[in-house]
C-alpha cells in the first residue's frame, strides 16, 4: 500500500502527476480499448480482471490504468517497481498474497517496467499467478514476446497501448488549462496552433506533452492583469533540438571544409585542389578530409555517379593505410573525381524530406503487412498478415503499402536527368505506374 507524506502537497508535484486521471471517463487515448463495450473496458467496470500485460510506448497511459484499476477493484492493489525490487521483496510480497487468498482476498501486483526483471525474478511470481494468489499487471516498453517468460506471458492477456494521436494529445492539453489541477486558476492566452506545435513534438506521449506545457506556461510572462501570454519564441525554446557541432577546432576549420565542399559542388577541381592543399598542409587530419568526400559523394553526386562512392571510399582507405603525405595525391584523386562527376542532391533531398516528416508527425507504427511474426503472440495480432514476397512474382513486384496511411504516396526520392541517374528515374516511373495499375485492380 501507500503511504501518505506529511508534506505531500499535490500543488508541488508536476502537471503530469497532478493531471493524471482516477476514472475511466477522464482518461484520454486507447479507445480501441476503453471505448464503450471494447473487452478491456468491460473488464475493469465489472471488476473482472485477470492476469494483464500492458505493452506501449512511454506516455500513454500504462501506469494510469493499472491505478484506474485500482480505483474500481474490490482487491488488495499493491505496486510494485521492478527498478528497485529484487526476488527478496517479490517473495514477501507473494507470502502477503497467499494470506489474503486463504482469507478469501483477492490480490493485484502492479509491476512497472516488468522487462526489467530477469528470468528468476519472473518466474517468482508464476506459482502464485498459476494459483490464483495474485493476478498480475505488467506495464512494459518492450515486446513482451520477448520480454516476458513465456509461461507467465501465456497466464496473462496482452494488451497493445496506442501512442496519442496529436488532436488527442491537444484535447488533454486544453485541459490541463482549464482544469483546477492545472491551470484552470490562471488566465492562459495560447494559441491552438501552439498546442498543436506541442502535440506533435510529445510525439504521442502525453507525459511529456504536459511536461512541456508545464515549461512553456512557467516560462512567459504575465500582464499587469496577472494574464500569462505565451509567444512563439517561448513555444521554440521549449521544444528545440540543438546540434552538436562535428569538432571543436575553431571558424577557419569550418570555413576551409566549406569551401572545399562547394568547389567540388561547383565542378571546379582547380578550387578543390587548392583548398584541400591548405588544410593538408595545415595539418589537418586527412582521414577527416576523407570522411567528408565519403559524405560528398552521397550527398551530391549520389546515383548520377554510383563510382563516386567506391572512388571516395578506396581514398578512405589509402589514407588510413599509407597516412601523409603520401595519401595527399589518393585524395586529390578523390577531389578532382568528385568535381568532375555530374551532380545530384535527389538522395540528400530524399532523407532530409523523410526526416522532417519523422520529426513533425506522430511516429506511426509499421504496418502490420510489413511486421515480422517470429513468436505465436505476435501472429495473433496479424503481424505479417497478407505480407506478399516479391521473389515469388514474375515481375519481382508486389502492389503491398508499405507506408503508413497517412503517407500513403508520399516521395522522397525524386531523381534528376544526370548523368546515370537519369536511368533510374525511368526505372522507377516504370514501377510506380505497375504498382497503381495492379491497386487498381484488386
Known amino acids: ?20 486521471p482516477e476514472t475511466l471517463e477522464d482518461f484520454v487515448g486507447q ?13 475493469i467496470e465489472n471488476d473482472q480482471i485477470s492476469s494483464l500485460i500492458f505493452w506501449g510506448p512511454p506516455g500513454v497511459g500504462k ?49 512497472d517496467e516488468i522487462h526489467r526483471f530477469n528470468k528468476a525474478q519472473q518466474d517468482a511470481f508464476l506459482p502464485y499467478v498459476e494459483k490464483g494468489s495474485i493476478i498480475l499487471i505488467g506495464a512494459t516498453t518492450e515486446n513482451p514476446s520477448f520480454e516476458v517468460n513465456g509461461a507467465l506471458l501465456s497466464r496473462s492477456k496482452v494488451f497493445v497501448l496506442q501512442a496519442l494521436k496529436a488532436d488527442e494529445l491537444v484535447s488533454l492539453l486544453k485541459r490541463a488549462i482549464n482544469d483546477e489541477r492545472g491551470f484552470g486558476n490562471q488566465k492562459i492566452n495560447i494559441s491552438d496552433d501552439m498546442l498543436n506545435m506541442i502535440a506533435q513534438f510529445a510525439n504521442g506521449d502525453a507525459r511529456n506533452a504536459l511536461s512541456t506545457l508545464e515549461m512553456v506556461i512557467l516560462n ?22 540543438k546540434s552538436l ?35 593538408l598542409e595545415a595539418g589537418e587530419n586527412p582521414l577527416y578530409v576523407a570522411r567528408r568526400v565519403i559524405r560528398f559523394a552521397s550527398e551530391d553526386v549520389g546515383l548520377a555517379d554510383p563510382h563516386a562512392l567506391q572512388i571516395a571510399v578506396s581514398a578512405y582507405q589509402a589514407c588510413h593505410y599509407i ?33 522532417q516528416d519523422a520529426l513533425k508527425q506522430i511516429a506511426e507504427p509499421v504496418p ?41 504516396d508520399r516521395e522522397y526520392y525524386i531523381p534528376t536527368e544526370q548523368g546515370l541517374e537519369v536511368k533510374y528515374k525511368t526505372k522507377l516511373e516504370q514501377i510506380k505506374n505497375w504498382k497503381k495499375e495492379h491497386r487498381k485492380s484488386k
Open 1 to 20: 500500500m501507500e503511504q501518505g507524506l506529511l508534506f505531500d502537497d499535490k500543488k508541488n508535484q508536476p502537471l503530469p502527476s497532478r493531471l493524471r
Open 220 to 241: 512567459s510572462d504575465s500582464n499587469e492583469n496577472g494574464e500569462i501570454n505565451v509567444n512563439m519564441e517561448i513555444i521554440e525554446q521549449c521544444i528545440s533540438k
Open 31 to 43: 479507445t480501441h480499448l476503453l471505448g464503450q463495450g471494447k473487452v478491456l473496458r468491460k473488464l
Open 323 to 355: 597516412g601523409m603525405p603520401e595519401c595527399s595525391v589518393n585524395l586529390t584523386q578523390a577531389v578532382i573525381y568528385m568535381s568532375m562527376a555530374p551532380k545530384s542532391n535527389a538522395l540528400d533531398v530524399a532523407y532530409n524530406t523523410a526526416k
Open 368 to 408: 502490420l503487412i510489413i511486421r515480422n511474426a517470429p513468436t505465436k503472440l505476435m501472429k495473433e495480432l496479424n503481424y505479417g498478415k497478407g505480407y506478399e514476397y516479391a521473389h515469388d512474382t514474375k515481375e519481382k513486384l508486389t502492389a503491398m503499402q508499405c507506408l503508413p496511411d497517412s503517407l500513403l
Open 63 to 111: 501506469t494510469t490504468l493499472a491505478r484506474i484499476i485500482a480505483n474500481k477493484t474490490h482487491s488488495k492493489f499493491i505496486d510494485f517497481s521492478a527498478v528497485t525490487s529484487g526476488i527478496k521483496e517479490i517473495r514477501t510480497v507473494m507470502e502477503q498474497a497467499e494470506d489474503n487468498r486463504r482469507l478469501g482476498i483477492k490480490t493485484i501486483v502492479f509491476v
Open 245 to 279: 557541432l562535428y569538432d571543436k577546432n575553431g571558424e577557419e576549420h569550418y570555413n576551409i571544409i566549406s569551401a572545399l565542399h562547394k568547389s567540388m559542388r561547383n565542378s571546379d577541381p582547380d578550387a578543390a585542389v587548392y583548398w584541400l592543399a591548405r588544410m
